[in-house]
């Protein structure tokens, strides 16, 4: 299946290693930058927290568990790998993830994958 | 009984904390022992030691050791409700009252006991209750309800944790006893007396030398209860708890042997007249007594348990010390406490103005300790059960043990001087050597040796000396503590404060280059982006700060569990303008946002999203309101009482104080949050004393004390320093306030941190009264510099483009969040529940807000 991509916001847009939250046919998406390379690091996953069950996974600190990036959770702190969507403490829980690229100027999320 | 010839059916009558211990115990023996657990109670085993908690919030949960499922996967049958009134000791068969029987090679009775209700005419009505069962709490808790005053019968130690749990109840509370004092079976009549004056302080009413004659209808309350004598007390509730009895019934209805005045005698074994019967715990009569704690109660069950496979453990009688806290008195009582050992001779301490009393009984020659009472300060409770259990040689001045220390000469009895033999944990019998084994064995780290050995998981009384042990033994074996704060940085949190300092160290990505490795996380990164805050207090939202920050301090304002923010204004000292009040009663009327008093004495505002948050404080701001720091780990509160001011009593401006005190520290980041409070008398109804820092006025000045919380595990501040005049309480706060921030672990409060120092209290007081590092200076020049940089947080995000953008909620759209849902309860907004959301139903739209 072909990926279609969508423009979400500038690479300005992003903060380095923090979040943002993006709006992307009603589906809430969580878009991370890790690090200062302008086209690499830069992450999409689901927004909705399933322990928590409230749309706050963009407002999660961004750190690593050995080689891996993460996210933890703002309300409960469970921490998510960013490249799989997996939660490292609870594996039966996982975030949907999007492919994402640099275009230009633009943050693209690629969605028809799979 | 041999090894070989192990038991196939064993049945246990009552599944209590002793019945559930030899259960545990059995099993782990003998995995493929066949149980049969048959229990009178609607429920399992639970812990009855901690049972007054249910009234301080515990559920029957909680109190649980154990449950269906897990019984079920060790194999053991469990019936509950099942109350065995038969017994065929020729067939070895055991009927319950419904009718069931059950055959047994081996019987063991853990009936416990029930409590003792003086026959007093009136007794037996309605509101006259026990204190016993999750079920009486019930009752107790229906009772007092319908009731204003309740008076316990019985002022030993469960009729004392009784009277805790009428007042927490909010009742007006007596205890009446028989005796002439107060636990009489722990304390001499001196303790008795101080534990009367401290308990009357909290309100309390004791009468002792009381006996009750009958119980009639009151006049002015339920009942009245007639004394010998002509006196009387009238009460709407009555709680018994005059002693326990053994539940001997099965063994006289079916002809074991029993005691005199009750109890099931056995032996060393634990074994009754009939050698297929054990019996273990409180129905069990050893060298004719009874013994009333659990720890004997559990070595009996192992004794049992040993016996049964072949073992040769025995029941050689226990150790009935106790040390506990009864209405939040500390009391502790040790072996011989009453000095009727021939020639035994005592030291007494005492200080009334403090309300303390410490006793220790000694030998003839002075050479061992015999026992001890100690009311009010049970601080060396563990260091003299040591010397009392292995008859550790007493120091040449046995009265050193007790007496306040002078010059920082505390006789404490390191670990090291304890032989391996020396018990640690009496209620699972784990000795010192036990624990050596355990590291030996490589088990290096406190939470694992727990696990491995339980010691310290019963009621948890060892805890600082097993952590001591641990500590010591690792340290001898050249095992570094490790206090690393994550995989990120290999060192704590007080090296890292230093390395910042030192090397001036301005943001987390140099720290990390410099010291550590991977990208961080939630734990460091937050207490980095702390330590820089508080050394150089930049801008928490700057750029090289604000990925380092929770969500809490990202976005200023406390994240609820819908992921939307409360909004606290800083009200300092809690003085408020009638103005200031209509502000905050508008925008939360325009926003709808849900209003509640804080315990902190301001005002909180709840349901505000994200990006509704800038607005709201723009307008805040415009109104003269500042930051309360609620989200932050920081000086959140100074709570204050009016004062002299308008108070009849007050003798010092505690307002003016605590508004003062409150603008010098505000901002001020730190390990944990931080909390104060003045109060204008000693009557002290700021709770000044419950506080981080509190401050009391005095005739002179104002009273210091530190080191005080609230929370899961409250904690009275300690009395600091006296009579000061502002500049030096000041002073002295500033130094305390910035040597924790320096020294403490993260999320570290005060009362732990102090613990930690060696040397406590009286360290902190010669590091911050006497200048004993030198740093004095130094530690208030780094806080004058916090002071004259403060800024309000919120008045610089308001005011900056870039920290404005963050709180769009989408960053290429301006729809709102429609995963935020409320409905109305008691005319405000909440959250919705899941199942609401799906319903749809009252729903309220939050939306639309009105621009006023």
Known sequence: MSIEWHNVCGTDDLVINSGVCALLNGQQIAIFKVGTAPDAGIYAVDNFDPQGKAQVIYRGIIGSIGDKTVVASPLYKQHFDLASGECIESPDQKLQVWPVRVQGNSVQIGTGAN | MTSSNTPSQIVVVGNGMVGHHFVEQLHQALPSAKIIVLSGEPRLAYDRVHLSEYFSGKSAEELAMTTPELYDSWGVEHHCNAYVDNIDKAAKVVTTKSGETYSYDKLVLATGSYPFVPPIPGHDQEHCLVYRTIEDLEGIEASAKESKVGVVVGGGLLGLEAANALKEAGLETHVVEFAPQLMAVQLDEGGGRLLKNKIEDLGVKVHTSKATSEIVAGENCRFRMNFQGDDYLETDMILFSAGIRPSDQLARSFDLEIGERGGIVIDNQCKTSDPDIYAIGECALWQNRIFGLVAPGYTMARAAVSHLIGGDTEFEGADMSTKLKLLGVEVGSIGDSHAKTPGAQSYTYENQPQGIYKKIVVDEQSNTLLGAVLVGDSSEFDTLLQYSLNSI???????????????????????????????????????????????????????????????????????????????????????????????????????????????????????????????????????????????????????????????????????????????????????????????????????????????????????????????????????GFETGHAYAKALRTVKSCVGSTWCRYGVQDSVGAAIEVENRYKGLRAPHKMKMAVSGCTRECAEAQSKDVGIIATENGWNLYVCGNGGMKPRHADLFATDLDKETLIKYIDRFWMFYIRTADRLQRTATWMDNLEGGLDYLKDVIINDSLGIAEELEAQMQHVVDTYQCEWKTAVEDEKSRKRFRRFVNSELDDNSVVFVEERGQIRPATEAEKLSDINIIDATETSEA
């Open chain 2, 393 to 623: 040689a007493l120091p040449e001045f046995p009265e050193t043990l007790i007496l306040p220390s002078t010059e920082g000469a505390a006789p404490t009895l390191g670990a090291d001087a304890l032989p391996d033999s020396a018990s640690i944990c009496s209620c699972h019998n784990v000795t010192k050597g036990d624990i050596i084994a355990t590291i030996d064995a490589g088990t290096t780290d406190f939470a694992g040796i727990k696990s491995c050995t339980k010691a310290s998981t019963g009621c948890g009384g060892c805890t600082a000396l097993l952590k001591n042990v641990v500590d010591a033994e690792l340290e001898k074996r050249g095992v570094e503590v490790k206090k690393d704060i994550c995989e990120h940085f290999a060192y704590s949190r007080q090296e890292l404060f230093h390395l910042i300092k030192v090397n001036k160290i301005k943001t987390f990505d140099d720290l990390l280059a410099q010291y550590g490795k991977g990208l961080g996380c939630d734990i460091c990164k937050p207490a980095v982006g702390s330590i820089l805050a508080s050394t150089w207090n930049d801008y928490i939202l700057e750029k090289d700060h604000v990925s380092l920050q929770d969500t809490n301090d990202t976005y200023l304002g406390n994240m609820q569990k819908d992921g939307t923010y409360s909004i606290v204004p800083r009200m300092a000292g809690g003085e408020v303008k009638p103005e200031g009040l209509i502000l905050i009663g508008e925008i939360a009327r325009d926003y709808k946002l849900y209003t509640k008093v804080t315990g902190g004495q301001r005002i909180d505002l709840f349901g505000a999203k994200v990006n509704q948050l800038p607005e709201i404080w723009e307008k805040l701001i415009a109104g």
